[in-house]
């Protein structure tokens, strides 16, 4: 296939695919005048880069989970380690939601008189939250 069949079957622009292949992502097979010719594999190795960043795996960390064939190689252990990040992030939102709709349902006259969302300001300047801290609503008995 050419590069702009690719793109279009792929949904990934021409100018990413070149970029890709400069990276070492993805390996045309030949290059026909100034067209690049791909294997239909690439349509495969596309997807795990796809994959790999909607997971928030850099390109570099994408490139090693390929052999230098381009089938896919992937650390099992690198895996693990991205989805216990990932479940740290998804608590972390969780939590950010929870005091978003505490503060938003709260009886206090304005936000300023919520303890919950006072402590959800706190945490946030603090850097608490990216700490990987989690947020309790307070009750408003507490």
């Known amino acids: 296939m050419d590069i702009s069949e690719v793109a279009k079957k792929s949904g990934v622009a021409a100018s ?3 970029y890709y292949e400069r990276k070492g ?3 045309s097979l030949t290059s026909v005048g100034a067209r690049r010719r791909f294997s239909p594999a690439v349509l495969d190795q596309l997807a795990l880069i796809a994959l790999g960043q909607a997971a928030g795996f850099t390109l570099d960390q994408i490139r090693e989970m390929f052999t230098p064939g ?6 099992r252990a690198l895996l693990s380690s991205k989805a ?7 608590k ?13 349902a709260c009886p206090a006259p304005s936000h300023a008189e919520c303890p919950s969302f006072q402590r959800l300001l706190k945490a946030a300047s603090a850097g608490a939250l990216e700490n990987r801290q989690r947020y309790r609503p307070l009750r408003h008995s507490e």
């Not at 381009?70 to 650390?75: E, K, R, S």
């Not at 216990?84 to 998804?90: H, Q």
């Not at 939102?93 to 503060?103: E, F, I, P, S, T």
């Open 16 to 18: 990413a695919l070149r």
């Open 25 to 27: 992502l993805i390996r």
């Open 70 to 75: 381009g089938a896919p190689q992937i650390d």
């Open 84 to 90: 216990d990040e990932l479940e740290r992030m998804v």
């Open 92 to 104: 972390r939102l969780k939590a950010m939601a929870d005091g978003l709709r505490h503060a938003a």
